[in-house]
């Protein structure tokens, strides 16, 4: 998709039409970008393992999809 700015440029474009809320696009690309870091190997809370059963993998992938929808989803009512 062109890199950075192809990913700027995307998440623009869904603002403008109304699909996610409004913000500064880097803003949501890092929100994006930065909220798997809670369960990436390099977290300081919890480092994950691929010893780890892949439900356990698969259900911290669904609540990981459904907190980032919510937090990029429009705001009700706009």
Not at 28 to 55: G, H, N
Request: no cysteine; hydrophobic share 40%; proline share 6%.
């Amino acid at each position: 998709m062109g890199g950075r700015r192809g990913r700027l440029r995307a998440i623009a474009e869904s603002r403008a039409a109304g699909r996610i809320r409004q913000g500064d696009p880097f803003d949501v690309m890092a929100m994006v970008i930065t909220t798997p870091m809670a369960w990436s190997p390099v977290s300081s809370v919890y480092a994950a393992s691929a010893q780890e059963p892949a439900s356990v993998r698969e259900q911290r992938r669904t609540l990981l999809r459904d907190r980032v929808s919510r937090a990029v989803a429009p705001a009700r009512g706009a």
